[in-house]
């Protein structure tokens, strides 16, 4: 196996951009921004949303109401 072919593999920050939280994890992704945390420095990459700021992992989502969802259809298609 080619061992130049294959993207480098390691540790880096991602933060999510409204909330400021960051996560380190691992990644090919690279990026010419760099942060310091723990005493290491490691890429860093902005993200728009993540598990810390979709309204689905922070209960915030909005359900729509499916109530009189028929009864448009019927005035709509004269049923």
Partial sequence: MNSEIHP?????????????????TRSTMGSSDTIELDGNTYPLIRVEISS???????????IGSTQGRVE????????
């Fill in 8 to 24: 480098k593999y390691r540790e880096v920050v991602f933060q999510d951009i409204p909330t400021g939280e960051t996560f380190i």
């Fill in 52 to 62: 810390a700021s979709h309204p689905f992992y922070t209960g915030k989502q909005n």
């Fill in 72 to 79: 448009k259809f019927m005035e709509k298609y004269d049923l």
